[in-house]
């Protein structure tokens, strides 16, 4: 195959309408043509640049969080979908990030988008899932060492869980090796500074973006 | 109300013909306060 | 003797906390702003040093917690509230939606009991799809063999009464001890019937999909929905002018205009003026930030009452405050960064804001939730400073 058998501009327009059906279609379509491992990684690509805009119109106010929630999932089956000719190997991962819900806390729709959202931008992602103490971070980062640590919480008292967590990771030598992001409802920039955290933010898809300029 | 699961005391004293007339005013605030109470407990347990 | 007397006093506090509720509810000027912090029950199971997941067992300690809370708080509600989430019957029931985390908090995960596929069994009978369906997806006691499943339901039933009663019985005795209105609180909880449909029959994922794929169906369902809405609003005596559903808003903010247009807002408002025709008030839970519907809460019933969260005060004052009857807006999380002056000056600023011409009465943005979410002195200083400033 010599010419992308897709419009990518288009792709990423669809993306960033949140056109589930067309979306599907043209990468079904997509997929069915047997593109070469390159083109896929263009598709995915254009994919994550539908995303960028989702995060736009977000910032803009013209998306709200249930878009948010909803682009997750189409780009969860956006991947899904494009498995079969994404190469297996290849694709260089950007980072790794271990990710949680902190302890006392529950919530888990906030760090199911930002997860979803990192995992598209090319992030591996280790969730440990809600509820996590301070030794679950410890634990995972010694066995995965990852490049970003994410934490989220919806109550308020998840920002005293957080800041016991990054004060832990601090004792045990692990917080000068990664950069730490704090998302969720209650987040703002004075809690970041009381926790110790890198960085705040209540917008997944800013996250992301935060995420990848340490990368860089 | 459209359900299997919730009478009222019109649908209830329907199909209980046998209920004795004058017990009626004593019987029909009991039955009817269990009935509400359900219907308040089922819904507590979606909210 | 001293005791009487004491009586007396109490007695007559708690009449005239009792007129500063009348007086809002009926759009007359109270002879100053009432009182109602949402101090909830961790709040005080943590001020008063307890263990969270034991008090919230065993009943038989709840007396103490409250009276400590009322003791050392200034209101004219009783600040002992009432906990909506009783681990009791949950567990008996082996709840998925409602589970203690390690802290002892009771929290929501992300659950659904409403497959997409089941949309239409849910219309075409609501209530007979929950007892079918929903409850044993989201209840695994209730999804076993009709007899076990019988005898759960019994055990649950019993304990969730049991509880309520004598929770309830523990706060009337408090507050008649301490001379509190029993207006300006709660009586029933009920819920706009999208948010019904989306918390945990579908789940915050499903719907926002749902709204995408089968938008039909979820206004069909919201229009299902709508008279079990009614009805659970509705109390079992003839409705009081000064009494309440509780209604905590949820999804709005979260979903786009258009679909808050269309799937949102008409059950909502057909809820509130169902209700309002059978003379029962609505108090609802402004969650987040509704000031782009600010139009949309004006044409609700008269008097209806809103607690707000976020937004522009001054624009609620303009657009509503001759209307409805408001609340909220003081941010909590000032109470544990700000100076104790901090925090006077903003509820002096709050109050100057909304207390002019009445149908305001000061509240938190949100119920406090933790003993160490605040500083404990700003808490009471905010309290104390309203109680006795706040003249008319």
Redesign the interface.
């Given at each position: 195959m010599s010419e992308l058998a897709m419009d990518l501009n288009m792709l990423t327009e669809a993306v960033g309408e949140l056109d589930e059906d067309k979306v599907l279609e043209m990468l079904k379509e997509f997929v069915e043509s047997n593109p070469t491992e390159e083109e896929a990684e263009k598709v995915v690509n254009a994919c994550q640049q539908g995303m960028a805009i989702v995060g736009d119109l977000f910032d803009k106010g013209e998306y709200f969080v249930g878009d948010l929630i909803f682009a997750g999932e189409l780009l969860t089956s956006a991947i899904d979908t494009l498995k079969p000719v994404i190469g297996s190997g290849t694709t260089e991962k950007v980072g790794s990030i271990v990710l949680a819900t902190v302890e006392g806390d529950l919530h888990d729709i906030g760090k199911n988008i930002f997860k979803s959202m990192a995992e598209a931008a090319g992030f591996e992602v280790y969730d440990l899932g809600i509820d996590q103490p301070a030794a679950a971070f410890v634990e995972k980062i010694k066995e995965v060492k990852p490049q970003i640590v994410g934490m989220s919480g919806v109550l308020t008292l998840a920002i005293d869980s957080m800041k016991n967590i990054i004060d832990e990771l601090k004792k045990e030598g692990l917080k000068d090796d990664v950069k730490i992001i704090i998302g969720g409802n209650p987040v703002t920039q004075e809690a970041c500074e009381h926790v110790g955290a890198d960085a705040f933010t209540t917008n997944a898809a800013e996250g992301i973006k935060i995420c990848q300029g340490w990368m860089m | 109300m459209d359900t299997k699961y919730y009478k009222t005391w019109e649908a209830y004293i329907a199909e209980h013909p046998e209920i004795d007339e004058k017990l009626i005013p004593v019987m029909a605030p009991k039955i009817q306060s269990y009935e509400e109470m359900m219907f308040g407990f089922v819904m507590m347990l979606l909210m | 003797m001293a005791s009487a007397t004491a009586v007396q006093d109490v007695k007559a506090l708690q009449e005239e906390r009792t007129q500063l509720f009348k007086d809002v509810f009926d759009g007359k000027i109270p002879k100053r702003v009432p009182v109602s912090p949402s101090l909830t029950i961790e709040f005080a199971i943590q001020y008063a040093g307890k263990d969270l997941a034991e008090v919230q067992w065993d009943y038989q300690l709840l007396e103490e917690v409250y009276e400590k809370v009322c003791q050392d708080f200034v209101s004219d509600t009783n600040p002992a509230a009432m906990n909506l989430r009783n681990p009791i019957f949950y567990k008996l029931?082996g709840a998925r939606n409602f589970?203690m985390?390690?802290?002892g908090?009771m929290?929501?995960?992300?659950i659904h009991?409403l497959e997409a596929e089941e949309y239409d069994d849910f219309i075409a009978?609501?209530?007979?799809c929950?007892?079918e369906k929903?409850?044993p997806r989201?209840?695994t006691e209730l999804n076993e063999s009709p007899g076990k499943r019988s005898i759960a339901f019994g055990k649950?039933?019993k304990a969730?009464?049991d509880e309520l009663f004598a929770a309830l019985g523990v706060i009337g005795k408090l507050t008649d001890k301490y001379g509190y209105s029993p207006l300006g609180g709660i009586e029933l909880?009920?819920?706009a019937p999208f948010d019904?449909v989306a918390?945990?029959?579908r789940g915050?994922?499903g719907?926002?999909?749902d709204?995408?794929?089968c938008p039909d169906k979820v206004e069909a369902a919201c229009e299902a929905a709508l008279?079990?809405m009614l009805?659970?609003g509705t109390p079992?005596h003839p409705p009081s002018k000064y009494g309440a559903a509780f209604i905590p808003l949820h999804?709005a903010?979260?979903?786009?205009p258009k679909?808050f247009e269309k799937f949102y807002w008409p059950t909502f408002k057909k809820l509130v003026d169902g209700l309002a025709d059978k003379g029962q008030p609505s108090m609802l839970f402004v969650e987040h930030d509704w000031m782009r519907y600010i139009d949309y809460l004006y044409e609700l019933p008269e008097n209806t009452r809103m607690w707000f969260e976020y937004g522009d005060p001054k624009l609620v004052k303009e657009k509503l405050g001759k209307k409805h009857i408001i609340t909220g807006f003081y941010p909590?999380?000032l109470l544990k960064?700000g100076t104790k002056q901090q925090c006077i000056d903003k509820a002096k600023e709050l109050i100057d804001i909304l207390a002019p011409g009445g149908k305001y009465y000061f509240g938190f943005d949100k119920g406090v939730?933790?003993a160490?979410?605040v500083n404990v002195d700003n808490l009471k200083a905010v309290l104390e400073y309203v109680a006795e400033n706040a003249n008319y």
């Open positions: - | - | 029931l589970v985390s390690s802290g908090f929290q929501h995960p992300e009991g009978s609501p209530y007979d929950i007892m929903i409850l989201i209840y649950a039933f969730y009464y909880l009920t819920e019904f918390d945990q029959l915050f994922k719907i926002t999909g709204l995408r794929r008279p079990l009805k659970q079992n999804m903010p979260y979903i786009r679909d909590i999380g960064t939730i933790t160490d979410s």
